[in-house]
Nanobody
């Protein structure tokens, strides 16, 4: 399995931006579909975005479309989540995850086999 380490979280005012990074190690990064999920206090973990192995196709939850962008650099074994126009409702712990199966863009948390430790994102109003 792959080991994942997220970074880039923090406190930002509404309307601001953050870029999350997830560094992967332990297997061929380019063979995995990568995803970002988030979990707010008292809520279930929620799919945010996913990107195919080649980076050619992406998927987003409706609430972040047009504001968040997922990307990957297979040479650096890193996946990114650029978050713009942040809102207080984006406050959550953000997790990076890796999928090892054959589906092109899974979105269920149960599909993903490896997870990072999470990074806190707090958006103040």
């Amino acid at each position: 399995q792959v080991q994942l380490v997220e970074s880039g979280g923090g406190l930002v005012q509404a309307g601001g931006s953050l870029r999350l990074s997830c560094a992967a190690s332990g297997r061929t990064f380019s063979s995995d579909v990568m995803g970002w999920f988030r979990q707010a206090p008292g809520k279930e973990r929620e799919f945010v975005a996913a990107i195919r192995r080649s980076g050619g196709r992406t998927a987003y939850v409706d609430s972040v479309k047009g504001r968040f962008t997922i990307s990957r650099d297979n040479a650096k074994n890193t996946v990114y989540l650029q978050m713009n126009s942040l809102k207080p409702e984006d406050t959550a712990v953000y997790y990076c995850a890796a999928y090892y199966g054959s589906r092109s863009l899974p979105t269920r948390s149960t599909d993903f086999g490896s997870w990072g430790q999470g990074t806190q994102v707090t958006v103040s109003s």
